[in-house]
DNA sequence: GAGTGGTCTAGACCACTTT
DNA sequence: AAGTGGTCTAGACCACTCC
């Protein structure tokens, strides 16, 4: 029942990456190298580092050299971002009105986010797109996790590049359940929005380097001016 | 410029599965039989198959051998349903009305549709859950591609398993644009259904093994007894 | 030209399935 | 025991990037 070899260099490297020896953005020692650190051939350092690549973890550039991955404020504003235009290209929203508060967690909470925090801090915003109700989201985080987060305010549009720069928690991957329902008067009436309105409405789990998750999100999304991308397997 | 031996060597593959020569379920030939009959190694070959793997075309099972996929009513009745109930499991639906008719094909379907056919099947079907409904459903494919599909009425019950027995057409992935809206008298009027309840509405197209669009689809998801699962990345 | 990842080969051995 | 895919190694050469 021994783990393949490539598997334990997996899990080394990533170990590495997730304790900070090698930061977003840092270059990966090359292929040869890592191989004599970790006792396995070039093969299998190879084998390895791709898989971390098929995960998001790293990028591989031929003749550069391997890095890990960093979302940057310009390239993946919008990672996790599903919605598009008629175009099929990712919409640029603004955003209107942000609020974080810190809060005991529920139990239900306790039991979904990583490490069961006595504490979550509550990220509610409200972003628009040509004038128009785009979405209402409400992110929980656990506190310990994020320390001084409020103090942050306003945070940056992009929150999983914050995530990344000043707690090292990288997320990738994210599941979402959708369902269709009636806007209703409790969440229409702070932003004065219509609440007969048909809104989509998705409950998320976001995890990070680890399969640690680390975020409980509600998005509220209004599909006038955009509509929601799933890709189906 | 050349294109990898693998690629070439995948393209060749794939080449044989889509023109029946290896019907899907059969057994493709070991590595080192491929890799000879192609002119590469085994490990080249091997490449190639793990694409086709990864790509969903085969499956491979140590010490039994390659399988072209085969979409079964047993274990993958409802492929590319997104549907799930609050425990994750997929639910089966009943259907309970369908009707398939041909007429010509907009200028709109043409664009989309391989071989910009000048007629279209049309499928409708109504399913349920547990009495309240679930899903409308109206499908549109290539006449050309499907003869004969009216007669073969009523469909099975995942016609993505037709497509791929009678046809020899599989269906590899499929893309959905999601939207909220508020059912309407014209849909809900012919199965009785109430007019104001919010939907989840799908638009999508789906890609066969030689990435050619075969099926637009619109769906209606009734999301009260389950939700639409996606996977963001 | 030096260094990196990408491709390709040849061969060894392991783990699983079937006969 | 025979046959399959899965792992692992060692080495060669190619393509790209940067100095």
Do not use: W
């Not at 783990?3 to 020692?29: R, V």
């Amino acid at each position: 029942m021994n783990k393949p070899l490539y598997q334990t260099a997996y899990d080394e490297i990533l170990k590495l990456i997730a304790e900070g020896t090698f930061p977003p953005g840092s270059i990966l020692p090359n292929e040869f190298e890592i191989g004599k650190r970790l006792n396995v051939s070039q093969g299998t350092a190879r084998k390895a580092l791709s898989l971390l690549e098929q995960k998001g973890v790293v990028q591989r550039r031929q003749g550069k050299g391997t890095f890990v991955t960093l979302r940057t404020p310009e390239d993946s504003l919008f990672n996790f971002y599903p919605l598009r235009d008629d175009q099929g290209q990712q919409v640029i929203p603004d955003l209107e009105n942000e609020s974080v508060t810190k809060r005991k967690a529920t139990k239900a909470e306790q039991e979904i986010l990583h490490d069961a925090p006595q504490e979550v801090f509550v990220i509610s915003r409200y972003r628009t797109l040509n004038g128009s109700p785009l979405t209402l989201e409400e992110s929980i985080v656990p506190a310990p996790l994020f320390p001084g987060l409020p103090e942050r305010a306003p945070l940056p549009n992009a929150m999983y590049v914050l995530f990344q720069h000043a707690y090292a928690c990288v997320i990738i991957s994210a599941v979402e359940q959708l369902r269709a329902e009636i806007l209703g008067e409790e969440k229409a009436g702070p932003h004065g929005l219509d609440p007969t309105s048909p809104v989509l409405v998705g409950r998320r789990e976001s995890l990070d380097l680890l399969d640690r998750v680390v975020e409980i999100r509600t998005n509220i999304y209004f599909t006038t001016e955009a509509h929601y991308s799933a890709k189906l397997e």
